[in-house]
């Protein structure tokens, strides 16, 4: 499995939530989401999980977690989020061939162990699976293999990022199912959202 994570770096990380909450608190909450879909990718327990780091590896906190957790790390490469992914899935399938890949952000905090194993099983029988985002995009790819066309010629961080990969997995022919939709928590409205999920949650 593939963590796509950036450094919790102020001004660098949630930088939507930070006109409403500032910049320190928006890398404190990159920090936490970070955690929690490390948590959910190890408890699914579906063999290795790597976490591609942004910038570079380099930063306190992904330096912390390799020493913690023994995390296999890797550099994001240059480019685009696109070109990123694709450099991801590029290195999975070339390390574990015939090893189903499932492609994950740190932006949707409701994304649990369940969703992982469903989307897993999916993929004996699909090309691709999706969890769609609510915003227009997605907060999983999984691929039962390599398909670099997928990340190409995508507008990412738009509404059409969802449309555009069915385009690309319709135009080659490849079989697909989508699961139930999730949403990602990337504005001010996304936050209080969460936060009321979670005080709905405990018991009073």
């Known amino acids: ?3 796509m994570a950036k450094a ?14 500032g910049a320190a608190a928006a890398a404190r909450l ?19 999980v790597r976490l591609w780091c942004a910038p570079d590896a380099g930063h306190r906190f992904f330096r912390a977690l390799r020493a913690r957790c023994g995390l296999e790390m890797a550099p994001q490469s240059n480019g685009g989020l696109g070109a990123r992914m694709a450099a991801a899935s590029a290195a999975h399938f070339h390390a574990n061939p015939g090893l189903p890949l499932l492609i994950i952000g740190t932006d949707c905090p409701l994304l649990a162990p369940g969703h992982l194993h469903v989307a897993a099983r999916a993929l004996a029988t699909h090309d691709a699976v999706l969890i769609p985002a609510e915003d227009g995009g997605y907060v999983l790819l999984g691929l039962a293999r390599h398909l670099p066309g997928v990340f190409e ?21 490849l079989r697909w199912c ?20 979670n005080a709905r949650s405990i018991p009073p």
């Not at 919790?8 to 909450?21: D, E, S």
């Not at 010629?153 to 022919?173: K, M, N, Y």
């Open 30 to 48: 990159q920090r936490r989401f970070t955690l929690e879909a490390l948590a959910a990718a190890r408890a699914a327990a579906m063999g290795p």
């Open 153 to 173: 010629g995508i507008d990412w961080s738009t509404p059409q990022v969802l449309d555009q990969t069915r385009e690309r997995l319709r135009a080659v022919g």
């Open 178 to 197: 989508e699961l139930a939709p999730l949403w990602d928590v990337d504005e001010p409205a996304d936050l209080r959202r969460l936060q009321s999920l």
């Open 1 to 3: 499995m593939a963590v």
């Open 8 to 21: 919790p770096v102020a001004g660098l990380a949630k930088t939507r939530l930070i006109p409403a909450i």
